[in-house]
C-alpha cells in the first residue's frame, strides 16, 4: 500500500460522507432522531461514526481520544455537520503527511482499556475507512427509507471527478 492510495481513500471518505451528510440535512428532527435503524437513530448512529473515526485519527497521530460526543452535545443535524467538517480537516492534514515508509510501519496507542496496543498503520487506516463505510451505507440506507437518497457513492465516482491522490 502507498500513501497515495490512502490520501486518495481519505478524500473519498470526505466526499462520501458530504453526500450523506447533504441528504441528512434535508431529514425533520423527527425523522433525524427516529429510533429505528442499527445504532437506534441517524443521528445516533453518524454519532457513532463520527466518534470511532475520530478515536482512529487519534491513534495514528497520537493523540488523546477526544471527548465523548452524545445527543446532547450534538443534538441537530448543524452541529454534527460542523463537527465532521473538522474531523474532515483532521483527516486530510493527517494524510498530507504520509510518506509510502509510514504506511507499513507498526504504530503504537493506548487502547479504551488503557493497555498498550500496536499495529500495522495500513490496517489501521484500512480500518477506519472501512468502518466507515459499513455505517455510511446504513445511514444511506436509512435517509433512503425517509426519500433522501445519497445516490451512487462509488470511489470510482470520486476518482473520476477528483483524481487520485498523489
Not at 146 to 152: A, I, K, N
Request: aromatic content about 10%; proline content about 3%.
Amino acid at each position: 500500500m502507498s500513501a497515495s492510495y490512502f490520501r486518495t481513500l481519505i478524500g473519498y471518505n470526505r466526499w462520501a460522507w458530504g453526500k450523506v451528510l447533504d441528504q441528512v440535512e434535508k431529514l425533520s428532527q423527527e425523522q433525524y432522531e427516529a429510533a429505528q435503524f442499527n445504532f437506534g437513530s441517524v443521528r445516533s448512529t453518524l454519532l457513532h461514526i463520527s466518534q470511532t473515526e475520530a478515536n482512529y485519527l487519534a491513534r495514528q497521530t497520537g493523540s488523546e481520544a477526544p471527548a465523548r460526543r452524545s445527543e446532547e452535545t450534538h443534538p441537530t443535524v448543524k452541529d454534527l455537520r460542523a463537527l465532521w467538517e473538522q474531523q474532515f480537516d483532521d483527516q486530510q492534514a493527517f494524510g498530507a503527511t504520509l510518506t509510502d515508509d509510514m504506511v507499513g510501519q507498526e504504530f503504537s496507542w493506548t487502547a479504551p482499556n488503557g493497555q498498550p496496543a500496536s499495529g500495522r498503520r495500513d490496517l489501521a487506516l484500512a480500518q477506519l475507512i472501512n468502518h466507515s463505510t459499513q455505517h455510511r451505507a446504513e445511514s444511506a440506507m436509512a435517509i433512503t427509507e425517509f426519500g433522501h437518497s445519497p445516490g451512487d457513492l462509488d470511489v470510482f465516482l470520486y476518482v473520476r471527478e477528483h483524481g487520485a491522490s498523489q
